[in-house]
T-cell receptor, first 115, second 113 residues
Framework: DTGVSQNPRHKITKRGQNVTFRCDPI?????LYWYRQTLGQGPEFLTY????????KSRLLSDRFSAERPKGSFSTLEIQRTEQGDSAMYLC?????????????FGSGTRLTVV | DQQVKQNSPSLSVQEGRISILNCDYT??????FLWYKKYPAEGPTFLIS?????DKNEDGRFTVFLNKSAKHLSLHIVPSQPGDSAVYFC????????????FGSGTQLTVLP
């Protein structure tokens, strides 16, 4: 069990550029979640995958955001035409089929800064 | 609409004393509550949880109390240690939401040696 891995740890990008983040969950976990955390706030839910199916998306996930989980393994979160308001910590979490919410494990996050 | 609220952004406690962190919620559908601890540059780490069918859960120095009628929960840390200094998030889950978590805004706990 190597935990949930997120890459890159930090990303600085210019406004208008596209960025992509990757999350590698714990290998036997079939559920994968993306959250976003801004300064002084708790993490906010963005989207949820069960295996390769994206089952739920928050209204926070605008058209510029897209997430995928091909083959039900790693996941990517892409932000197109980044805006300064996208600056945040993007957290990935995974859990197993039995544990559900009881077994959430978070990664260390990707900190995005849009300049 | 903040469904989970932590009204104290910060708390300072002397080493060895009790730390009490509070959390209020508004959604009566929440049936499971969790506390997470977060250090800078790391993701949240699960600390302790409680189901809505219980009013207390204990794990070592950590105890979570749930008052459903008041929609209030609290985390007690006894005795507090300097290594407990971190941001503590309260989170809640309801069964109809794919088990996504709704977080409070966090409380920065500082344990003074």
């Amino acid at each position: 069990d190597t935990g949930v891995s997120q890459n890159p740890r930090h990303k600085i990008t210019k406004r208008g550029q596209n960025v992509t983040f990757r999350c590698d969950p714990i290998s036997e976990h079939n559920r994968l979640y993306w959250y976003r955390q801004t300064l002084g706030q708790g993490p906010e839910f963005l989207t949820y995958f069960q295996n390769e199916a994206q089952l739920e998306k928050s209204r926070l996930l605008s058209d510029r955001f897209s997430a995928e989980r091909p083959k039900g393994s790693f996941s990517t979160l892409e932000i197109q035409r980044t805006e300064q308001g996208d600056s945040a910590m993007y957290l990935c979490a995974s859990s197993g089929p039995v544990q559900g919410v009881y077994g959430y494990t978070f990664g260390s996050g990707t900190r995005l800064t849009v300049v | 609409d903040q469904q989970v609220k932590q009204n104290s952004p910060s708390l300072s406690v002397q080493e060895g004393r009790i730390s009490i962190l509070n959390c209020d919620y508004t959604n009566s559908m929440f049936d499971y509550f969790l506390w997470y601890k977060k250090y800078p540059a790391e993701g949240p780490t699960f600390l302790i949880s409680i189901s809505s069918i219980k009013d207390k859960n204990e794990d070592g120095r950590f105890t979570v109390f749930l008052n459903k009628s008041a929609k209030h929960l609290s985390l007690h840390i006894v005795p507090s240690q300097p290594g407990d200094s971190a941001v503590y998030f309260c989170a809640a889950s309801d069964p109809g939401s794919a088990r996504q978590l709704t977080f409070g805004s966090g409380t920065q706990l500082t344990v003074l040696p």
